[in-house]
């Protein structure tokens, strides 16, 4: 069968999907992966066919209305400036999956990020489709919804609220579907209706994270499943002799990194000589998009790294000091190694709450509230208090017999017939 995952985003929307396909491939399926261009690499260096989709994250968060999205964080307005961003990285989006799907597909596998948009596209080439999610959007009493902040409104209330999110987060996308509906000869359809049909057909969605760190909840309807995390793809990788030789130097070191995030991001970089000084511990900084991408040794103290591989990485670490992105964060607890987040925008706050719930964080700081004093005490605490590292390390254990790639597998056999 010929499979198509189609992904958008940042590098975190992505990795996933390269080990997803690569065990699909290994099954005798041929699998290809639209997504943005600057992730051509990463998807044919696992052998995986790359077609291209429209849209440059990276310049719209590195644009004025990104960087106000950034200094909003998590908050009233920096859901409306998300909004506004996210509905100008989606314009072309349909086109784009239309363009990849015409190459050739017999399944599409969506995306949350594409989802509103790819089932569309598959009803106009009359193929089957099945969302593999990598957050959890249907509302429900268990937990709040991702936009709209990471404290629990009680059942009722969670339930009200993740209806709210869901339809703020369909506006994102309403424009892209009247077009891309109109240039396939489907009838116009809102969003919303699009959602109770996918419901009434029981459109299955796999969800791509443990189900050890979010439980699938109980009022859910039967074909929404939670299968366990699809880990990265590994590329052929040797560490530098300096990031050796600095690690072997000394107690293993706190991990900073901040993923594909800009703006405030340069600003936190600034403050961890000053946090590691205070704490008196060691550091490695991941460049990300903060623009240092050569490794170098600041002191004995502290190195800065490129690419390195998570997986590689975090087992090495005393602690992590992360954006808790959905990927990031998915490696912690894989490592089993407590974390300090600092959530800025998207679903990061949902994770971070996830890392608090389990008791592998001592605290979750937004990027305003984020100084030398309150950084350095949390990860003093990640660092000393032996709780944090029992948990995480139990959960690592927990995560550890789960094959989430084998049950989208599985699932893609059945549609095969």
């Not at 990104?66 to 989006?93: N, Y």
């Not at 809102?190 to 049909?197: G, N």
Request: some cysteine.
């Amino acid at each position: 069968m010929r499979v198509l995952i189609v992904t958008a985003g940042s590098r975190g929307d992505v990795t996933p999907y390269t080990g997803l396909g690569v065990r699909l491939r290994a099954a005798g399926h041929r699998v290809a992966v639209a997504a943005q261009p600057p992730f051509a690499a990463l998807v044919t260096g696992c052998g995986l066919e790359f077609r291209p989709l429209p849209g440059d994250l990276h310049a719209l968060q590195t644009s004025a209305a990104g960087r106000r999205l950034h200094r909003s964080g998590p908050s009233a307005r920096g859901v409306l400036e998300f909004l506004r961003l996210g509905g100008r990285f989606v314009r072309g989006l349909g086109d784009g999956i239309v363009a990849a799907t015409e190459r050739g597909a017999d399944l599409l596998l969506l995306s949350t990020t594409t989802a509103a948009l790819g089932i569309s596209v598959a009803e106009g080439f009359g193929i089957p489709s099945m969302g593999v999610f990598l957050q959890p959007i249907e509302p429900t009493r268990a937990f709040p919804p991702l936009l709209l902040g990471a404290r629990s409104l009680g059942g009722w209330g969670n339930l009200a609220a993740g209806s709210l999110g869901r339809a703020v987060g369909r506006g994102i996308y309403a424009g892209a579907s009247r077009r891309l509906r109109a240039r396939l000869d489907l009838g116009p359809t809102r969003l919303a209706a699009l959602d109770r049909r996918s419901a009434a057909a029981r459109w299955p969605v796999l969800h791509g994270f443990s189900p050890a760190v979010v439980p699938r909840p109980v009022d859910w309807r039967p074909d929404l499943d939670v299968v366990g995390y699809w880990w990265p793809a590994r590329h052929p990788w040797f560490p530098p002799p300096e990031l050796l030789d600095f690690l072997a130097a000394g107690p293993p070191p706190v991990y900073f990194g901040f993923g594909s995030m800009v703006g405030e991001s340069e600003r936190l970089i600034g403050l961890i000589g000053p946090v590691l000084r205070r704490a008196g511990l060691r550091g490695v900084v991941q460049a990300g998009s903060a623009g240092l991408d050569a490794i170098q040794t600041v002191d004995d103290e502290l190195i800065t790294i490129g690419d390195t591989p998570h997986d590689w990485l975090f087992p090495r670490m005393a602690a992590l000091v992360h954006h808790a992105g959905g990927g990031t964060t998915a490696a912690g607890l894989r490592a089993g190694v407590p974390a300090v987040p600092v959530p800025m925008l998207g679903d990061q706050p949902f994770w971070a709450a996830r890392l608090l719930l389990h008791g592998v964080a001592p605290d979750r700081i937004p990027p305003r509230a984020l100084g030398v004093a309150r950084l350095a005490e949390a990860l003093r605490a990640a660092v000393t208090e032996p709780g944090y590292a029992h948990r995480a390390r139990t959960l690592a254990r927990r995560m550890a017999d789960e094959d989430g790639a084998g049950a989208v597998l599985r699932a893609v056999e059945r549609l095969a017939g």
